[in-house]
């Protein structure tokens, strides 16, 4: 969770359209992205047309700002409370997205009944896994 936020955060100080782009988004679009996700639609494209129409269509199509804009609308629904539910769900007559993810709500029982050792699994990186993964593998050889 945390690290969504950090990422794009860390994204956006590296690119002032970016850092307002995410400004945006947080301020202005936060009700819309939440009201997409909770009506199954995928959220960015609540938001495409008064992005384009606030910051241009040559700044926002750049593949990177769309990259961006995901992972921004990733990190803000992450914050309410929602997690992805399917990627690659086409997105039809949108300005800046042709696929895009929809999200559901975290179940608060999920987060209630989740084990100690699962929560922390969930905060590892890819890097953190596989040294786990390997001690774990150690670890589990001593049974034998």
Known sequence: MQKLQQRAERMARSDANRAEVYEFLR????????????????????????????????????????????LACAAILSEEGFEVDQTGVRVAKDPLFSFGATYRSRSATAT?????????????????????????????????
């Open 27 to 70: 301020e202005r679009g936060r009700s819309q992205l939440i009201a997409a996700a909770e009506e199954g639609r995928v959220p960015a494209s609540s938001v495409s047309s008064a992005l384009v129409d606030m910051f241009g269509k040559s700044v926002m199509t750049a593949p990177m700002m769309r990259q961006f804009c995901g």
């Open 112 to 144: 209630e009944t989740s084990s100690l050792i699962t929560r922390i699994i969930d905060t590892l990186s890819e890097v953190e896994l596989r040294e786990a993964e390997a001690l774990i593998r150690a670890r589990l050889q001593t049974f034998q």
